[in-house]
T-cell receptor, first 115, second 113 residues
Framework: EPEVTQTPSHQVTQMGQEVILRCVPI?????FYWYRQILGQKVEFLVS????????KSEIFDDQFSVERPDGSNFTLKIRSTKLEDSAMYFC?????????????FGPGTRLLVL | SQQGEEDPQALSIQEGENATMNCSYK?????LQWYRQNSGRGLVHLIL?????REKHSGRLRVTLDTSKKSSSLLITASRAADTASYFC?????????????FGKGTKLSVIP
């Protein structure tokens, strides 16, 4: 069964460093998302992406964050200058269609620790 | 803002018993989805129920939706130790151009063998 994959599974970085989290969505999906979950808290929406542009973003998704689909398969989240509070599990998700807002399939997550 | 809020926050039952988790939300929705998360792992989609549906089944799962009360319930019948996980409801807003899912805090289910 097709699934969303994410790399790396874990990343440790120093505060102020740039990180890139990578995702490979399900191949025939058109809509891509990033969410994050701070330890012990809710899963929070960051951004949605369609047709090579951001379609929606939350207040969390400030200028330090960016997303890109550099080729036909990868979808990346970049954090330019990490802060301690960026430590979280980051989930990528994809969905086949937006009409009737079909199921979003989530990847296994990347656990980011900022020291 | 719309929020899915589950209750109870934690539930402990014996294997074979049924587990019921509830979710409430605040605004109009297009659909409501339930996800499971094993400790520290990814989110696994369980079931989606649309705003014009009242009940849906999938295996041992039964989901109900009451849009007048803005609430949903997830029933897991004949629970197994492997059902031990956190369960989250997530709502998809019905407003134009909004595709985000809003998650609740989750119910932590423990099934004791």
């Amino acid at each position: 069964e097709p699934e969303v994959t994410q790399t790396p599974s874990h990343q440790v970085t120093q505060m102020g460093q740039e990180v890139i989290l990578r995702c490979v969505p399900i191949s025939n999906h058109l809509y891509f998302y990033w969410y994050r979950q701070i330890l012990g808290q809710k899963v929070e929406f960051l951004v949605s992406f369609y047709n090579n542009e951001i379609s929606e973003k939350s207040e969390i998704f400030d200028d330090q964050f960016s997303v890109e689909r550099p080729d036909g398969s990868n979808f990346t989240l970049k954090i330019r200058s990490t802060k301690l509070e960026d430590s979280a599990m980051y989930f990528c998700a994809s969905s086949e269609a937006v009409y009737s807002l079909e199921t979003q399939y989530f990847g296994p997550g990347t656990r980011l620790l900022v020291l | 803002s719309q929020q899915g809020e589950e209750d109870p926050q934690a539930l402990s039952i014996q294997e074979g018993e049924n587990a019921t988790m509830n979710c409430s939300y605040k605004t109009s929705i297009n659909n409501l989805q339930w996800y499971r998360q094993n400790s520290g792992r990814g989110l696994v989609h369980l079931i989606l129920i649309r705003s014009n549906e009242r009940e849906k089944h999938s295996g041992r799962l039964r989901v109900t939706l009451d849009t007048s009360k803005k609430s949903s319930s997830l029933l897991i019948t004949a629970s197994r130790a492997a059902d031990t996980a956190s369960y989250f409801c997530a709502t998809a807003y019905s407003g134009a151009g909004s595709y985000q899912l809003t998650f609740g805090k989750g119910t932590k289910l423990s099934v004791i063998p």
